[in-house]
């Protein structure tokens, strides 16, 4: 079983939808939680991370299940330049080596 | 700020040739990994060193893969010989070493293709 699942999409939305992505992780003893976001043929860069309460930046929402262990990213009012894979990422510590596992990603298209 | 420099970008070799990528994190980050994206799936965790010592190389296919950052700072990731299936992006990303541990830089990548 895989540590990180993500359905990999594609998903295609019109511009100004609401789109909502979903991460289940394995591993209960997972302490850290993020969302990178992956340009085609770029770098991931770290979109924002997640916390038990939840939170936000701007148009962008992301939750935390621990009971269900279930991380998921929202984002309303989407732009063409959200058009991005985002990788959903689980830490098993904060100090060990070999505790980083990434999602195999969402695609994501916003259509104008 | 410099992010994280990587060379070459590109690389096409055929199998059972040697190759070597270079990766110079941002100054100051005294943690460097080096990832493995193949496409269509997420980066694997090759290698991480804290400072110029090993801090975990489990996932590192050491029949051919080896990996060094000698002074702390600058990496070299080597394979010998590679074959079809290291057809992948290698990405080298960096931290400030403390928690959380996943904020790591990461660099453009090297795109290797074997042929």
């Known amino acids: 079983r895989k540590e990180v699942e993500q359905d990999p999409g594609p998903f295609n939305v019109p511009e100004g939808a609401t789109v909502a992505f979903n991460c289940t992780y394995s591993n209960s003893a997972s302490q850290s939680f993020f969302w990178y976001r992956q340009d085609c043929r770029k770098e991931p860069k770290l979109l924002m991370s997640?916390?038990?309460s939840g939170n936000e930046d701007g148009r962008f929402t992301a939750q935390l299940n621990r009971a269900s262990q279930y991380i998921s990213l929202l984002i309303r009012d989407s732009k063409l330049s959200d058009s991005a894979t985002y990788l959903c990422v689980v830490a098993l510590d904060q100090t060990g080596a070999n505790n980083l596992f990434f999602g195999t990603g969402t695609r994501l298209t916003v259509i104008p | 700020e410099a992010g994280v420099a990587q060379s070459p970008r590109y690389k096409i070799i055929e199998k059972r040739q040697s190759v070597a990528f270079w990766c110079n994190p941002i100054s100051g980050h005294a943690t460097l990994y080096w990832y493995q994206q193949i496409l269509g799936q997420g980066p694997k965790l090759l290698i991480q060193?804290?400072?110029?010592?090993?801090?975990?190389d489990s996932q590192l296919p050491k029949d051919r893969f080896s990996a060094e950052r000698l002074k702390g700072v600058d990496s070299t990731l080597k394979i010998q010989p590679a074959k079809l299936e290291d057809s992948a992006v290698y990405l080298c990303?960096?931290?400030?070493?403390?928690?959380?541990?996943?904020?790591?830089?990461f660099g453009p990548g090297t795109r290797l293709t074997v042929t």
């Open positions: 990303a960096s931290s400030f070493g403390g928690p959380p541990m996943a904020e790591q830089y």
């Open positions: 060193f804290q400072n110029n010592g090993v801090v975990d």
């Open positions: 997640v916390y038990s």
